[in-house]
């Protein structure tokens, strides 16, 4: 498995691990009808918009399998949270589900990481759902809760935790 930096011709493979994440991570959070309206045409506008707008130190990163598969991804870059006090953010990390828990997505959010740092970044956040089972791989990677909000999502209303890294 290799973590390379993603190319906008990475776009529809990001994509489509973006709906499938949501559709497998997010069932029974997120109501099903909003899971199974997702597309991935709608996702490759988002991330063509991405690729085509990046903020500055922005990084999008894939995990590549040797075969050339792209199985996961990452993004982050500088906090768009003013109110808290961290530099960095990790925007998302998604990995398809028969490659998690294999240390792949350790290895996306060090990418992240990495280059936060290599851009003079000193800390990090990021966003997640409350009931996403991903809280506790942020937590074991040193994370803590700094703060919370009510968004809606498809008519749900749900709890999302920032987590935060004071020092990277």
């Known amino acids: 498995m290799r973590i390379r930096e993603a ?3 990475d776009v529809e493979k990001i ?3 973006h709906v499938a994440s949501w559709q497998s ?3 029974g959070i997120i109501s099903e009808t909003y899971l199974s309206n997702l597309t991935i045409e709608s996702r490759v506008k988002n991330w063509l918009w991405t690729f ?3 903020n500055d130190f922005e990084k999008v990163f894939v995990a590549e399998t040797e075969e050339g598969n792209i199985v996961g991804f990452s993004n982050g870059g500088r906090s768009r949270y003013h109110e808290y006090k961290h530099d960095g953010e990790l925007y998302a990390i998604y990995l398809l589900k028969n490659y998690q828990r294999l240390g792949i997505g350790r290895m996306l959010f060090r990418s992240v990481v990495e280059s936060l740092k290599e851009n003079g970044c000193t800390s990090m956040m990021l966003w997640v759902l ?3 089972p991903a809280v506790s791989f942020y937590k074991s990677l040193g ?3 700094i703060g919370r909000k009510t968004i809606t999502i ?3 209303r749900l709890v999302e935790l920032a987590i ?3 020092s990277l």
Do not use: H, P, Q
């Open 52 to 54: 085509n707008n990046l």
């Open 164 to 166: 935060g890294w004071d």
């Open 130 to 132: 409350e009931n996403n």
């Open 7 to 9: 190319r906008v011709d």
């Open 143 to 145: 994370g803590r809760s």
């Open 15 to 17: 994509a489509g691990i």
């Open 25 to 27: 991570t997010y069932k």
């Open 154 to 156: 498809g008519g749900d």
